[in-house]
C-alpha cells in the first residue's frame, strides 16, 4: 500500500483517476496548481486506486493525503 501525500501547499487543479482505477507506477494521478505551476502527482508504484482524498478545486497542505494506491 503506498499513501500519496501532498509535497506543497497548493491548489488541485485536475484528479484524473477515480477510486477502482489500475495504475501503472509513474502515472499521474491528479494535478496540482501551485504559483500558476502545473504540478503532476504520479503513482509511486503500480497497482489499484482504492480511495481518492481530494476533489478538484481543494486547496491541500503540505503532508495531506491524495490517495492511496494498493
Known sequence: ???V???LV???WKVLVCEGAAVAEG???VILE????EIPVL???GGTVTRVAVDEGDVIQEGDLIAVVE
Do not use: D, H, W
Request: net charge negative.
Open 1 to 3: 500500500m503506498a499513501e
Open 5 to 7: 501525500r501532498a509535497e
Open 10 to 12: 497548493s491548489n488541485v
Open 27 to 29: 502515472e499521474p494521478l
Open 34 to 37: 501551485s504559483m500558476k505551476m
Open 43 to 45: 503513482a509511486e508504484e
